[in-house]
């Protein structure tokens, strides 16, 4: 058998180092370019709870819609980070690609919308983005054009490295829980469990997103945890319970070096912190450990029927 294994720069780093201010040009591109290809699965795929049916998921090469319906066929649509292409797949066959290059929203949108025409694949879309402060019309986007292979891979990198950890931190907990999945109007990584109680509705207030996307989104009483690409040096890992019980900011959690931030209302972590850490995976357990039970007991969750008995694998 021969081997077709890759050894480019960068691709064995399980942590690898990204420093935000090095790649927030191809960040913020990136980001548009998510929401254009999230929103064509938002189009087409069945409504499921809390917004489930949005995400993208981590892939052996980079990001995909998964398999979406329509009109009798099964269309995806997966960013290739390793041969930087925008894979646009079609199951009676049909294929198309456009590539990641530097290039502006307002290009990437009219391509990704040929391709799909191309293969039959007509799917109007809200073409302006979400969740952000300054939404331009995907049509009107000459601003964001950045695309840095490099950076684009590393990236994935530090998104295949969460994956992994946070699968593993869902693999303990025998409730209602969600997959752990990429939400591109926030380019986020999450993973949410779900104490089974309801939620008071909530507020609302994010920026070009209706509340009652957000109502439905925390309907129920949750505690969530993630990694998002910002925050600090080398991005963020985050914790959150909604509704905030009292005295859940006050819990001691760990390692260290975690804090709760005020202003975002969360437990956070450092990604430069876990990379460098002896234990890269063990540190981010701890915390999405001890930051879960800080929820959880000031919440009154009934653990007992939550976990499995041997919790720490």
């Not at 180092?17 to 090095?22: G, H, M, N």
Request: proline share 7%; glycine share 6%.
């Amino acid at each position: 058998m021969t081997s077709t294994r890759r050894t480019e720069p960068g691709l064995a780093e399980a942590w690898p180092s990204l420093p935000v201010d090095e790649w927030v040009d191809t960040r913020d591109t990136l980001h548009m370019w998510t929401q254009v290809v999230g929103k064509v699965r938002l189009a087409c795929a069945p409504m499921v709870a809390h917004w489930w049916q949005v995400a993208l998921y981590v892939t052996s090469r980079g990001l995909s819609t998964s398999a979406v319906p329509l009109d009798g066929r099964l269309f995806d649509i997966e960013f290739d980070f390793l041969d930087h292409q925008v894979q646009v797949r079609s199951s009676d066959g049909g294929r198309r690609q456009v590539a990641l290059e530097p290039k502006p929203v307002r290009a990437f949108y009219e391509e990704v919308m040929a391709a799909l025409a191309a293969l039959d694949l007509a799917v109007p879309i809200l073409a302006r983005p979400v969740e952000v402060e300054r939404a331009v019309p995907f049509t009107d986007d000459t601003e964001h054009a950045s695309y840095d292979p490099e950076h684009a891979r590393r990236f994935w990198g530090q998104l295949v490295a969460a994956h992994r950890v946070l699968s593993r931190f869902r693999s303990r907990f025998i409730g209602k829980a969600s997959p752990v999945h990429f939400f591109w109007g926030a380019m986020d990584m999450a993973c949410t469990r779900f104490s089974g109680r309801t939620a008071p509705p909530h507020p609302g207030g994010v920026p070009n997103c209706a509340d009652w996307v957000m109502v439905e989104a925390y309907s129920h009483e949750v505690s969530s945890c993630g990694f998002w690409p910002g925050g600090s040096s080398e991005g963020t890992f985050y914790s959150y319970a909604y509704p905030e019980p009292v005295d859940y900011a006050t819990r001691p959690v760990r390692p260290r070096s975690a804090r709760y931030d005020d202003a975002l209302g969360e437990f956070v972590l450092p990604y430069e912190t876990v990379r460098t850490s002896r234990d890269p995976e063990g540190t981010l357990l701890e915390f999405l450990q001890s930051t879960y039970e800080a929820a959880a007991n000031t919440g009154g969750w009934d653990r007992g029927s939550l976990e499995f008995r041997d919790a720490h694998d």
